[in-house]
């Protein structure tokens, strides 16, 4: 994956950039059997960094978290998750032209920027399916 290197210290501006450099290089994390999405306007839920469908018709949301205690946020992937899940008919009609399967779980994907141990832990525990990926900025400047 080309890495991107960052010398802003303005977090949003390098969460945009890691999403929009995991968009590019999607192919890395994911087969070929997943799409993206345009990403839906669901005012209450900010868990969707990027949405997937793969051809079996089963939705992926990608989360990026920032480095740090990742109990809150993942807190908060948890409750949006439980709102994203509830609405997922209303995905269907949102995405009319593609096959999405609203009986299928939504997977989703964490990419976390620190060690995954600990998050590995918790995530045993939920009754939805979550992939985490590590990823990494190095905060220099240019391109790699």
């Known amino acids: ?3 991107k290197l960052f010398t802003v210290e303005n977090r949003s501006y390098v969460r945009g950039e890691i999403i929009n450099d995991l968009n590019d290089n999607l192919h890395e994390f994911c087969d070929v059997t997943w799409s993206v999405l345009p990403k839906p306007l669901i005012s209450d839920v900010d868990i969707i960094d990027i949405l997937l469908l793969n051809t079996n ?5 990608i989360k990026v978290l920032e480095r740090g205690d990742y109990a809150a946020p993942l807190g908060k992937v948890i409750l949006d998750y439980a709102t994203l899940n509830a609405q997922r008919e209303r ?3 949102l995405y009319s032209h593609e096959h999405i399967d609203t009986l299928k779980h939504i997977i989703v994907k964490l990419f976390i920027p ?10 045993s525990y939920l009754s939805f399916p979550v992939d985490i990926y590590r990823y990494r900025a190095i905060m220099t400047g240019g391109e790699a």
Do not use: H, N
Request: proline share 0%.
């Open 1 to 3: 994956m080309k890495r």
């Open 114 to 123: 620190g060690d995954t141990e600990q998050i590995q832990r918790v995530v």
């Open 91 to 93: 995905l269907r009609k």
């Open 57 to 61: 018709g089963q939705l992926s949301v």
